[in-house]
């Protein structure tokens, strides 16, 4: 059993690590971001209720869970306060006792939003700010939330009973061995270290992230644990060599609902990639992987894997973060037969068409990593345990 758990996204971000925290969160105590600001977009969905969260972790529906928003975050009061506001009409309470927000965590300013809406549009970024607050605070002219709430600023006086110093409280918490889920916000390959640069956000999206954006040590971090989609998504520009182009890419953008949770964009689509996810695998230390949305792949005839990449007459099998590389190579796929049949009513693996499971076996044999959850759809029933062990 785990005690703590790192949820980690795999790929470009919207792996579904919303609905994978929110599922786990029922045996957790305290559910923890530590990267990222409002360019999250985290979809539960509960009874046929959609919630989308941004800045609030993905907890917040778990009656007794206690929500932190680390240092390593970026943080608009103004989306704050909304979030607050629509979680409320929706009958979730929030106050200090179940949301805390780091005093170091940076504020975003409205000249950081201006300023990503005219900059931010080579990349494609959502347009929350979100580069510019971060280079502010890597400039050492940013604003601290422990500054914002001391002066008299527009909400800073609600903020004020939220703020507390959370690396303090998180090594509490874990000293009183209390379980903790750490919320990545994007992806591996959105990391501004080890991502596709300069196509990547302006944080630390990987299980490093933990460390300098919560104020905790390496050794507490526990069980990482990787969400990667059945096939991939990418919102915003930058490289994806498995990109689908045709019919079969459409459909699976429709079928799969692939809009951007906070942009409302088009997400772009393409085959699973071992490589990306081996990638993901080293760098993050995956104990195991949860695979989302493969009831979206049912009534394809074929189904596609990528195990390579060729250029230049040589084939590469670890992925490179060379953008010449990953604009210009020709991705080597592995085919499997699909299924016809709606999964997304399963509860066991073992109902699952032999076709699906085909795909799982090849997923973990071609990254040599196992899949601990499988995902048949966004409600917390539609969810498959295959590893306890890795669990709570
Ligand atoms: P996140 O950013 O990683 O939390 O992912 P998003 O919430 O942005 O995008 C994932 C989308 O897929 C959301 O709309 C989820 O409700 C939905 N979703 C999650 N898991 C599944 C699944 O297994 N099947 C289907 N069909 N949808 C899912
Ligand atoms: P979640 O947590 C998908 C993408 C943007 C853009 C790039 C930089 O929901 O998985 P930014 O505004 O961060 O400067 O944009 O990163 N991006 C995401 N794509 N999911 C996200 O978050 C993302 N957050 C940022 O589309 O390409
Ligand atoms: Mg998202």
Redesign the pocket.
Known sequence: MAKNIAII?CEF?????????DFLAEKADVIARFNGGNN??????VNNK?I?LHLIP?GILRKSSVNIIGNGVVVDPKVLFEEIKNLERSGVKVSPSNLIVSQNAHVILQKYIDEDRKAGASIGTTGRGIGPAYAAKASRTGLRVIDYINQNQEFAKQLRPFVKDTSLLINQFLEKNKKILFEG???TLLDIDHGTYPYVTSSNAIAGGICTGLGISPKKIGKAIG?A??YVTRVGNGPLPTEIKDKVGEGIQK????F???TGRKRRIGWFDVLIAKYSAEINGFDSIVI?????LSGLQKVKICTGYKFNNKIIKNFTTDLSILESCQPIYEELNGWKEDI?KIRNYNNLPENAKKYLKRIEESTGVKISI?????ERS??IILRREDLF
């Not at 989302?292 to 979206?296: A, C, E, N, S």
């Not at 499988?374 to 966004?378: A, E, K, M, Q, Y």
């Open positions: 996204g971000g919207d792996e579904g690590k919303g609905k994978i925290i999250a977009g985290h979809t539960i969905v959609k989308v993905s916000a994007q992806g969400v989609k059945a079928k799969g609902n692939e951007g949770s906070t989302t949305k493969l009831d979206v997304s499988v995902s048949l759809g966004p539609q969810t």
